[in-house]
């Protein structure tokens, strides 16, 4: 399927809504699925919360299948490995490509019983759920903070509670304090130093409901859609000022490239205003799956740009660094990559006849819509957004831009 992208008229406002952070939703779903009692509001509607949440409903089956979902994939690997019951834990073929050897090992010294199905180091594998006590392990955090927060997240089942080592710094520290605000949320006592993570034990809750905020990082592409048409102003609600997602950072961010943000009791009112931002240099170690939406921005508003802290990237939906250097050389765009960086010092030139391959990947689809303002655009296999944003293209026409089915055989 291809969507054919393109803008038709002007709008002064518009209200989207936003769905609820996946992050926030996934790590309260193991929350949950540990104590039954905890009550969420606002539950996000993605297809990798979906999935989780059915995984955890469904517990019995001895064959569980994530599809893509790489977050489902390691928060019920650690969930699974203390329930009783014995299944295997797969998914597609992307995924059966993204490491889990750290996690695995974690468990394994922590006294699960796991065991790889074919490829070591990869899904699909089984796991077999025995009591752990906790205590203390050693886990490599450096391909992805996930790892940590499956720890986390059942460490406050564990008799003992648990600490987590590292010798390694922590890569997208942002979300192990989110997972550190969760488990705070519900009453649990976290701490965190540079070189390691202590989770006690939780034997009863301390709160019993919960709200899920909406999602920060989906925010982003209507940030970049201001930006790029110095209009409309957006209203999105359900976001809040002190947020526990790091991507609230990039309302700072974000008044370089002329958006304003302003917050009010029940989210926040984006407005257009003047850049005359001529490069920009970031560091999104924290803040990864934001690596797309300002690489696109950037060459669209013919920024010069250096960002880096994108070591995990290649561990994504996609090889985003490779990705996002394919996509945006069709558009003329020169970009250097390396394992954790991507910089260009063009800006577009070709606009037309333009199609972007999604490569199975949410961000990329959205990153690239953007641009959507500025010419006619395709974009190749749309659906991918139900990942984490399933009405993203309703909320886009918002914007006056008509979307049309093509049909890939004309």
Aim: aromatic letters at 10%; charged letters at 25%; a neutral charge.
């Amino acid at each position: 399927m291809i969507y054919h992208l393109n803008k038709y008229k002007d709008v002064e406002e518009v209200q989207l809504d936003l769905p609820g952070s996946k992050s926030l939703s996934n790590r309260f779903l193991i929350l949950k699925a540990l104590y039954p009692e905890l009550s969420i509001e606002g539950l996000s509607e993605a297809e990798d919360t979906r999935i989780l949440e059915n995984i955890i409903l469904q517990k019995d089956q001895e064959i569980q299948n994530v599809g893509a979902a790489g977050t489902a994939f390691r928060f019920a690997l650690g969930y699974f490995a203390m329930t009783p019951g014995r299944r295997m834990v797969t998914g597609t073929d992307r995924l059966q490509k993204r490491p889990i050897a750290p996690l695995v090992d974690a468990l394994r010294k922590l006294g699960a019983r796991i065991d790889y199905a074919e490829r070591e180091g990869y899904a699909p594998l089984w796991v077999e759920g025995v009591d752990l006590e906790g205590g203390e392990v050693e886990v490599d955090p450096s391909i992805s903070s996930q790892f940590l927060t499956s720890l986390m997240l059942i460490a406050v089942q564990m008799k003992n509670g648990l600490t987590i080592r590292f010798n390694d710094p922590l890569v997208s520290r942002s979300y192990i304090e989110m997972t550190a605000w969760c488990l705070r949320e519900i009453g649990a006592k976290v701490e965190i130093d540079t070189r390691w993570v202590r989770v006690h034990s939780l034997s009863s809750l301390k709160k019993k409901k919960v709200w899920i905020e909406r999602d920060w990082t989906s925010a982003s592409y209507w940030y970049s859609m201001v930006s790029l048409g110095a209009g409309p102003r957006v209203h999105l609600p359900g976001l809040w000022q002190n947020s526990p997602q790091g991507d609230s950072r990039q309302a700072i961010w974000f008044e370089e490239l002329g958006v304003v943000t302003r917050f009010h009791d029940s989210g926040i009112t984006l407005m257009p205003t003047r850049s005359r931002l001529g490069s920009m240099r970031m560091d999104l170690d924290l803040h990864p799956d934001l690596g797309q939406t300002f690489a696109v921005l950037l060459a669209a508003k013919g920024v010069e740009f250096f960002l880096t802290g994108l070591k995990t990237l290649k561990f994504k939906e996609s090889d985003r660094l490779r990705a996002l250097q394919l996509e945006l050389g069709k558009f003329g765009i020169e970009t250097q990559i390396d394992d954790h960086s991507i910089s260009s010092k063009g800006q577009i030139i070709q606009t037309s006849n333009l199609e972007v391959q999604t490569y199975d990947d949410h961000r990329m689809a959205m990153a690239f819509s953007v641009l959507s303002l500025l010419f006619p655009i395709r974009i190749k296999d749309p659906g991918v957004v139900v990942k984490s944003y399933p009405n993203f293209w309703e909320e886009l026409e918002k914007f006056g831009i008509e979307i049309l089915l093509i049909d890939p055989r004309s």
